[in-house]
């Protein structure tokens, strides 16, 4: 799981950013949960902190992924 700072909880939202690092100003990480039949859904979202920052060298992604399989039962 990627180490996050600023959690902000407000159901059904969790954000939370992660710190600045070789290849990134940081992203925010946004989870949602909703209810689906038979259980609930997730949806996440990572994305950059710095607006203009055109290139994630697939951080973000990685995110998104560590955080699913870290969920994952």
């Given at each position: 799981m990627p180490k996050v700072?600023?959690?902000i909880m407000t159901p059904p939202t969790v954000?939370?950013?992660?710190?600045?690092?070789?290849?990134s100003w940081g992203e925010k990480i946004t989870v949602t949960l909703h209810p689906i039949d038979g259980g609930t859904g997730v949806h996440i979202r990572s994305q950059c902190a710095f607006p203009l920052q055109l290139v994630d060298y697939g951080k973000n992604k990685k995110n998104v992924?560590?955080?699913?399989?870290?969920?994952?039962?």
């Open positions: 700072t600023g959690v954000q939370a950013k992660v710190g600045m690092g070789a290849l992924e560590s955080i699913a399989a870290g969920l994952a039962p």
